[in-house]
């Protein structure tokens, strides 16, 4: 499953690639991308487990920037 998300309040690329490579770490990701200047995030990872994956990667982007969120409908 590949999906993507818009974020709001992302300060910095720098901050975005860290999120982007600390994503990338969490299980069942098979591939993530953090744009600054689009204030996205795109996930890709296991159908079964994506739910999970989607909550770590909130608590992974609250870790390296408090004020970001990403904005799940």
Do not use: H
Not at 9 to 27: G, P, Q, S, T, V
């Amino acid at each position: 499953m590949k999906k993507t998300y818009k974020m709001e309040d992302l300060d910095c690329a720098n901050c975005a690639a860290k999120m982007e490579a600390a994503i990338r770490k969490i299980d069942g990701v098979t591939g993530a991308s953090v744009s600054f200047m689009a204030q996205k995030v795109t996930i890709e990872g296991d159908d079964e487990r994506f739910e999970e994956i989607l909550k770590e990667a909130v608590k992974v982007c609250k870790k390296v920037e408090p004020d970001c969120r990403i904005l799940i409908k």
